[in-house]
């Protein structure tokens, strides 16, 4: 997954809510009812709706019917997704780092010098 591709945006965007990352962290573990994470929120089930639509519209998660209950469960490979974009951006940095430091190196250093007297 290259950097500058607009999913990932997407992806970030829907996990920049704490609501909707704890919705992934609830439902890693199995399926959850849309009821069920409703009650866990001190906010209305329609907008626990639209935070779910968010995470399934990225494929952070995925729904689907059991009766008359809408399950939604976490999708592991779009986590690992994000993940993997984590990860790039973590080593695009640690590369940075060690540029600056190989040039911190390579500068001389000279003592600093006192203009003591003058």
Do not use: N
Request: net charge negative; hydrophobic share 40%.
């Amino acid at each position: 997954m290259d950097l500058d591709d607009p999913t990932v945006d997407r992806l970030f965007h829907a996990l920049a809510d704490a609501t909707r990352r704890d919705i992934v962290r609830r439902t890693v573990g199995g399926e959850l009812s849309v009821s069920r994470l409703a009650e866990a929120y001190p906010m209305s089930f329609a907008a626990v709706q639209k935070h779910v639509a968010v995470l399934e519209r990225v494929g952070l998660v995925t729904k689907h019917r059991h009766g008359r209950e809408l399950l939604v469960c976490s999708d592991p490979d779009a986590v690992q997704r994000a993940r993997r974009a984590l990860d790039q951006l973590a080593e695009a940095w640690e590369g940075r780092i060690q540029r600056m430091a190989d040039l911190l190196d390579a500068t001389p250093h000279d003592p600093p010098t006192t203009h003591e007297g003058r």
